[in-house]
Antibody, heavy 114, light 108 residues
Framework: EVQLVESGGGLVQPGRSLRLSCTTSGFTFGDYAMSWFRQAPGKGLDWVGFISSRDYGRTTKYAASVKGRFIISRDDSKGIVYLQMNSLKTEDTGVYYC?????WGQGTQVAVSS | EIVMTQSPATLSVSPGESATLSCRASQSIGNNLAWFQQKPGQAPRLLIYAASTRATGVPARFSGSGSGTDFTLTISSLQSEDFAVYYCQRYNNWPPQTFGQGTKVEIK
């Protein structure tokens, strides 16, 4: 069974940093691209970014709203994908989801507030 | 950038009735369209992919249709557990995979 478990969320002040982790199991992690999505309170689902598999060079792509501030990385030996969030803004508040193909984690809550 | 537009924003339906949800892409996406269901406090759940293929375990009362730019999700004989928000997502030339703004199906 595919499992994706996000962690690392919390309350952080604007301008600070936070690193989210997504620990996976139930599949050969290194073979898959991984994505992050987010959902602001009461709003819809937004794509945040993506990292390809090792075979495709671990290429990353980001939404315009986070490009230059967020970094996605992966540790294939541990089955973990990370989302490093820097220079956080209040509009980054929301639930962050880790996604593999059609499989979603349960999300981790991030609140950016002074 | 391809924009996904869902209608209506809210649909009020009585249990046992059917519901028809629409999703339109700003340009053709072939059949690269998925539908998700989301309940409060939960992650989205895949219902339909490739416009009309039900995901594993999804009841037959959920059906999808369409191709190109216009897509429909039909829920026949709504059950209490079907009242939720539904999102369409396009996944051609991903990333990104972009969503519509959602349709809330509420009890009438």
């Amino acid at each position: 069974e595919v499992q994706l478990v996000e962690s690392g969320g919390g309350l952080v002040q604007p301008g600070r940093s936070l690193r989210l982790s997504c620990t996976t199991s139930g599949f050969t992690f290194g073979d898959y691209a991984m994505s992050w999505f987010r959902q602001a309170p009461g709003k819809g689902l937004d794509w945040v970014g993506f990292i390809s598999s090792r075979d495709y060079g671990r290429t990353t792509k980001y939404a315009a709203s986070v490009k230059g501030r967020f970094i996605i990385s992966r540790d294939d030996s541990k089955g973990i994908v990370y989302l490093q969030m820097n220079s956080l803004k209040t509009e980054d508040t929301g639930v962050y989801y880790c996604v593999r193909d059609w499989d979603w984690g349960q999300g981790t809550q991030v609140a950016v507030s002074s | 950038e391809i924009v996904m537009t869902q209608s209506p924003a809210t649909l009020s339906v009585s249990p046992g009735e059917s519901a028809t949800l629409s999703c339109r892409a700003s340009q053709s996406i072939g059949n690269n369209l998925a539908w998700f269901q989301q309940k409060p406090g939960q992650a989205p759940r895949l219902l339909i992919y490739a416009a009309s293929t039900r995901a594993t375990g999804v009841p037959a009362r959920f059906s999808g249709s369409g191709s190109g730019t216009d897509f429909t999700l039909t829920i026949s004989s709504l059950q209490s557990e079907d009242f939720a928000v539904y999102y369409c997502q396009r996944y051609n030339n991903w990333p990104p995979q972009t969503f519509g703004q959602g349709t809330k199906v509420e009890i009438k």
